[in-house]
């Protein structure tokens, strides 16, 4: 059977869940957190700058990926997105669930007008995201480049 990953914009509920909570300490322990911060954190993760997607299988967060907007001045006052906290489950790894998010958020910066999409990575998954056409710049090998979002 075919798995049907659904990706979409995360609401300040979703990230309230365990759930969420779950896929991101595949990075990172999130810690104990007070309640109020936990909903203004979820508040500010939903709102612009930044747009969170979660990635859903058989109802479940399965992963989720963060894209925050830069305002610069530079080019001409444009926007750079700023891929943060791609995580996928264990179990969902190598199922193209990371792929569908960093799609989402490569359309998500291409309609907001972005000029390009960075992100920083171990080293170890530069090929990855080569595969997600992000590529080095200027030798910089934690800082990939998305130009092909235009």
């Known amino acids: 059977m075919e798995q049907t990953i659904l990706v ?3 609401t300040k509920e979703d990230i309230l869940t ?3 909570t779950h896929a991101q300490e595949v990075l990172s322990p999130v810690g ?6 936990r ?6 993760l939903t709102t612009h700058p930044y747009y969170t997607f979660i990635a859903i299988d058989e109802g ?3 992963g989720s990926i963060i894209l925050f907007v830069e305002q610069k001045w530079i080019h001409q006052g444009g926007l750079c997105g700023h ?4 995580t996928v489950l264990p179990n969902q790894q190598g199922k193209g ?3 569908k998010l960093i799609q989402a958020v490569t ?3 291409r309609e907001l007008g972005c000029y390009k999409v960075i992100l920083d990575c171990k080293e170890e998954l530069v090929g990855f995201y080569e595969k997600n056409r992000f590529e080095f710049y200027n030798g910089i090998i934690n800082f990939l480049n998305n130009r092909s979002i235009q």
């Open 39 to 44: 909903s203004n954190l979820a508040h500010v």
């Open 97 to 99: 669930v990371g792929s």
């Open 83 to 86: 891929l943060e906290t791609l």
């Open 8 to 10: 979409r914009l995360a």
């Open 107 to 109: 359309e998500k910066a």
């Open 32 to 37: 104990d957190m007070e309640e109020e911060k």
């Open 60 to 62: 479940m967060i399965v």
């Open 18 to 20: 365990q759930e969420f």
